[in-house]
């Protein structure tokens, strides 16, 4: 039996025929093509699941469940509560997917998804406490105890870009003040970066400029893994998890960021002393992490 | 059968024997008398439950088990891995007592304790998904997840108190700057307070000073309580528990904190439009608590 994994962003839907290995056989992808209505999107996501079924020479009744990785947050029956992006509002994903493919499906929050990839199959494998920070244009997490995902009352658990670190801080679009995410996103490092080198375009122009050792952009550097190390100090804190990923595009330095990284955290945990830490790591997996993910929703 | 619970601090160990029901039968308290050494603490614990099996009129084949809640981190195997105040490094405190008593022990963390009697029979009774914020000297914290709590790989999980919230902030001991316990314990209340009354003794002389309407005691309290909102939702935004408890001195003052604080944060959380949110309540137990969680660790 096969699982497939979709991953539906605002761009671009993702799926995959994921093996009973988590290893992908066979990907494909198709514009999301927004504005369109839900039912157009479980359209869209239906045809593609037969597609890439079809690419992969799997039957449909070899298939045992499709799971679906979206942004917003998900109930526990699979309905989407909220997403300003792609126009859900109780969205019934599951249900109408269900409709469609005849199969079962289940629905979880994407960045739920990346993790539950990275803990199964990527950097994560073999734990079972573990926490996924994916830093892009916000920083997204993930939260895996006891091997099971962590959704909360109301499925929007893991927000752990919407911590405040800096109460005085940087206003955030949630409306609080000093969010992590104002600070360990790539898209603050590229803002800092931008008032001195104003012609960067990416988080990637300030690692180059860094590699090319300009002290300017080895400062602001040294100053995001400050920020990036008190959020993720934060966590082990409250969780003291057995691991913490580091995930997005910011995370493709390796270890540039993750040794910095690493140095301020064991100066700021509050177990300084104790013979076992939680270990930070890389993600792995890139962007197939949310495909084999939401497979194993 | 019956249980017993014990409560050690650094100046008293409380001991209660626990009905099935979760009900005290009976209670008794020593002073610690430090300086001890381990050994001789653990005699004190083993005399102190004794005693008050005796107290009950339980027998000791009565007792299905010694739970112990004690300051600092526990590991898996309940080792005390460091506690500066009862000079407790890598103390095997489990074994001690079971050789001593004859009888099955488990040891946590007195926060972690305190957090489970609130969830199994406290304002938490029903709930699965439960964190305890206790605001005293500092600000102490359990997490309970799926009716478990969360100790983390080294027993040290549930430290919401140093969670950075204004990295600009008050030093605080852990060597960071700005953690939650810097602002919402009963101490950083009492501090900032001082300023204004120099003459108070404690928390409740500035909720007397408000109750009589005094409007700077009223500023320094709604100041307070938002330092507070802002830690609580940090925790909202990470776990969605069910329910937030809120115990220790100052949570004495019920409604007249809990509702400026549930005001704000309903205006921080970042699921503003969930349909289910979580619940934010005063722990009912007080110390009874933590003699209630060790019994059931």
Do not use: W
């Not at 514009?31 to 449909?60: H, N, W, Y």
């Not at 942004?71 to 792609?86: C, F």
């Not at 100066?267 to 890389?282: E, G, M, W």
């Amino acid at each position: 039996m096969y699982k497939i994994g979709i991953d539906l962003g605002g761009t671009n839907i993702a799926a995959a025929v994921v093996g009973f290995d988590n290893k992908i056989v066979a990907k494909e992808s198709v514009p999301t093509g927004l504005p369109k209505t839900p039912d157009e999107i479980a359209d869209s996501i239906a045809a593609l699941v037969r597609s890439v079924a079809s690419k992969a020479f799997v039957r449909m009744d070899e298939i045992s469940v499709v799971g679906i990785g979206t942004p917003g947050a998900v109930n526990a029956e699979g309905v989407v509560e909220n997403d300003a992006n792609l126009g859900f509002v109780n969205t019934p994903l599951r249900e109408m997917l269900e409709e469609r493919l005849g199969l079962v499906c289940r629905v979880g929050n994407d960045a739920n998804c990346a993790a539950l990839g990275e803990q199964i199959a990527g950097c994560g494998k073999g734990t079972r406490n573990f926490i996924a920070v994916t830093l892009g244009t916000g920083v997204g997490g993930g939260i895996i105890l006891g091997g099971k995902l962590l959704t909360g009352v109301n499925g929007a658990a893991g927000e752990i870009g919407h911590m405040v670190i800096d109460r005085e801080g940087i206003p955030c679009k949630c409306g609080r003040i000093g969010c992590f995410e104002q600070y360990a996103s790539a898209t603050a490092l590229v803002n800092v970066a931008k008032e001195a080198f104003p012609d960067i375009t990416g988080a990637k122009d300030v690692f180059d400029l860094a590699h090319a050792d300009n002290l300017r952009a080895l400062e602001i550097i040294d100053d995001y893994t400050e920020y990036l190390a008190d959020g993720i100090t934060n966590l082990i804190n409250i969780f003291q998890p057995e691991m913490i990923c580091i995930g997005g595009g910011v995370a493709a330095q390796g270890e540039f960021i993750l040794k910095p990284l690493r140095e301020k955290v064991e100066k700021k945990r509050y177990t300084k002393n104790a013979s076992v830490q939680t270990v930070i790591r890389a993600a792995t997996l890139g962007n197939d992490a949310g495909l084999i993910g939401a497979a194993n929703l």
